[in-house]
């Protein structure tokens, strides 16, 4: 007789059988991958930040830091000697030759199909992108945080193969979520810029989620679990319009940092690649000497735009100085990450349009959260992460501004070239390529997905 209580056995299809007995080790190994990444996350930012803080004593001035991570301090007295500030060219030409040459999208889709990739491609992007932005780079740290983690993650899918991939995403995802204190985003980031449209893969994202969460917890018992912007602005229906507006202005700003560093890009590809960065240093040298405002990340300074300490002007010259440091930092193709910068730009936009009158005057800290996210859905490509990362950072209330702002600035936004990396090839170290990444349809599953070759993007 059959037991009471039980159904007859319905075998399941062979290829839902493995797909079910595959599920709980993905899930182990992501979280521990995530964990483990958190962990190796958290020590490099202790490293950058020890790098920062030396070096900024040294040239005489430290940036404000997001209040999510050590608040808004700040110290500037300059150089001692205003000839030091030269010596930024000259470092800036030296860490170019320890970059990798390859960026998150590039590396990412090594790992997805299985190729290995150029030797040392990822400690060198590591150790680049941080002595870069210990030296006031612009860029963001999700760059080096994410090839760690990515790093970490590739080499465990290379030591478990059985689990078919997936812990260079739960690796990745871990890094990004330790960058912004965002796990759900970064997440979401982590699938995004690899995929072209709107398309994701559950595959991916599955054991990204887990890792990003896994990642984040063992990140945030060293820095906080804060959001890094932690910005709080309800708003209601009547916030539409400001949020169309805004979209606009994101899509703009986006669409003049992306073509305008690719143009900048083409004129100076010419150029001994020690050069192009060496420039780049002579325009923060000069920014040290006359503007230190426009230096670093820039994320404490647009947490400084929401409150009334910046006039409109000011802030828009503080705008204005980014914009042109960060078009000639992805011109030289500088290493470090472009969704912080994104961001930064889009917050600072926010902020200016707060000062606009009538129906547009909002909570500052509301537009520019619904700012950030909207430049960075236009030059990531990422409106999902853009979305969640608002609300993240500012809570759902944020919504009705930052969701009509993402939507038009990811709509209005040029698409960069999908096959713009692959015509080019990965790059020498001579020469490498910026961290802005071109996106591609998802691979087939199955065996198929294997015979897709193809040069990474890079």
Known sequence: MRPLGRGPHLPLPPLWDEEVRQTGPLILYSA???????????LLNLLLRTLTQNLGLFFGYLAPEAPGEGGLAQAFRGPGLWPLALLLPLLFALTSFLGSGQGLAALLRYAREGQSPPRLVHPRAVVGGVL?????????????????????????????????????????AAGLAAAFHAPVAGALLA??????????????????????????????AFFGYAPLLPFRGEVGLEALPAGALVGLLAAALATLWSEGGRFLGQRLGAWFFPWRHALLGLALALALLFLPEALGSGLG???????????????LYLLAAKLLLLLLAVGVRAYGGPFTPALVLGGLLGALVAHLPGPFTLPAQALALAGGAAVLAGVARAPFAATVLA?????????????????????????????EGLREGPARPAEPPSETPPQTTPLPPGPEAASEGGTPPG
């Open 32 to 42: 521990f991958t995530g964990a483990l990444a958190g962990l190796l996350v958290a």
């Open 132 to 172: 870069q932005l210990s030296l006031y780079s612009p860029m963001g740290r999700e760059g080096p945080f994410g090839v760690l983690g990515l790093w970490l993650g590739t080499a465990l899918d290379r030591r478990f193969p059985r689990l078919g991939g997936g812990l260079a995403f739960a690796g990745l």
């Open 191 to 220: 699938t995004e810029i690899l995929y072209r449209s709107l398309l994701l893969e559950a595959r991916a994202l599955t054991p990204a989620l887990i890792g990003a969460i896994s990642g984040f917890a063992v990140y945030g």
């Open 301 to 315: 300074w647009v947490a400084v735009a929401t409150t009334p300490f910046l006039s409109p002007l000011a802030l």
């Open 391 to 419: 609300a993240e950072w500012g809570g759902y209330a944020v919504l009705p501004l930052a969701l009509p702002a993402v939507i038009l600035a990811y709509a209005l936004t040029p698409a960069p070239d999908p096959e």
